[in-house]
């Protein structure tokens, strides 16, 4: 185990410790010194460990929605002394974004150029479980007008929602070790090549905007024929006409965070080069091979199975 795998776990820390200050601190304050704590960590674990900490960017959104309000509308959106309940709330909508629709997750990091090396769906649904039943007990203790102690108030509303995230960081730093060591810790990385006419289409990304790459790539975890469906999905954003991506290539590499990842590498065969709706540029082979400098590190080893598939394509499809 090394920091890399760690800061998974320490992404929970600036959610944990804003709601523990909460209690303690001016509540507007506490919130805006939570966000700045998870934007600053947000960015340093994008920028330096080039990965996407999802509960980062849960602590982001989350808290940063409740900062907004109490800035901007004071107590009208949230009322005096419920700001704990309100925080837990935001941060479980957007739990339930994320575990919903996960391609809005997937979207953004591809967007940034970054892998995601880690799944959070375990933690995100014990997140969802445990705060919709904290949530609608409050709320039934409410409506029944319940006159309970100081003890039993500050237990409710206080402890458990900051236990909730303890446990889902106990969980996660045990799941890290217990991967480590039993080597489950594979994520399947779907790469997506568009060809045409012998060509290969390859664009530069936000975060090597020098290095040029295959334009299309996503994470996830699950079998190979979800991996097939989840780049069936993904070209019919970016094509004109209804082609299908085939799967050429599978093997294992090792990315920057530790993780040993699936590698599926999918040729996406297009009958013109007007077909894709992306920035980008077709590369003759023999072009590609001069200038090998120009191409991030991660195609290398990939070029020689994109060369003979597109020719291959181009001879006996077209």
């Known amino acids: 185990m090394n920091l890399r795998n760690k800061i998974v776990s320490i992404g929970l820390l600036p959610i944990i410790i804003t709601l523990i200050g909460l209690h303690f601190f001016h509540n507007t304050e506490m919130l805006g010194a939570g966000l700045l704590l998870s934007i600053i960590m947000l960015t340093y674990n994008i920028t330096r460990m080039k990965d996407l ?17 109490r800035l901007f509308w004071g107590y009208k959106y ?18 339930f974004i994320y575990y919903t629709a996960p391609e809005l997750y997937n979207g953004m990091v591809n967007k940034l150029g970054i892998r995601n090396c880690f799944s959070y769906k375990l933690e995100t649904k014990i997140i969802i479980i445990l705060s919709s039943i904290h949530l609608i007990l409050l709320y039934i203790i409410k409506t029944l007008n319940h006159d309970w102690s100081p003890e039993g108030r500050f237990f409710m509303i206080n402890i458990i929602p900051v236990s909730i995230y303890i446990i889902c960081l106990i969980l996660n730093t045990i799941g890290i070790h217990i991967a480590a060591k039993i080597d489950l810790s594979r994520h399947n990385i779907i ?8 060509k290969l289409f390859l ?4 975060l090597t905007p020098e290095l040029l790459d295959i334009p299309i790539e996503g994470g996830m975890d699950g079998t190979i024929e ?3 469906k989840y780049a069936l999905k993904a070209v019919k954003k970016i094509t004109l006409n209804n082609v299908q991506p085939r799967l050429i290539l599978h093997y294992n590499n090792e990315c920057s965070c530790g993780a040993c990842n699936d590698i599926l590498l999918f040729i996406l065969p297009l009958k ?29 080893k ?8 597109a020719s291959l394509w181009k001879d006996f499809y077209l």
Do not use: W, Y
């Open 53 to 69: 900490n999802f509960f980062l960017l849960l602590g982001t959104l989350g808290i940063g929605t409740c900062f907004i309000l």
């Open 78 to 95: 949230v009322p005096l002394n419920t700001i704990t309940p309100t925080l837990e709330f935001s941060l479980m909508v957007f739990a």
């Open 191 to 198: 790469r997506i090549a568009p060809i045409c006419n012998g």
């Open 203 to 206: 664009s530069q990304k936000s």
């Open 226 to 228: 979800d991996g097939k």
């Open 272 to 300: 013109t080069e007007k077909d894709i709706m992306l920035d980008g540029k077709f590369f003759n082979f023999e072009d590609i091979e001069k200038n090998t400098h120009l191409l991030n590190p991660s195609i290398k």
């Open 302 to 309: 990939e070029l020689e199975h994109l060369r003979n598939a």
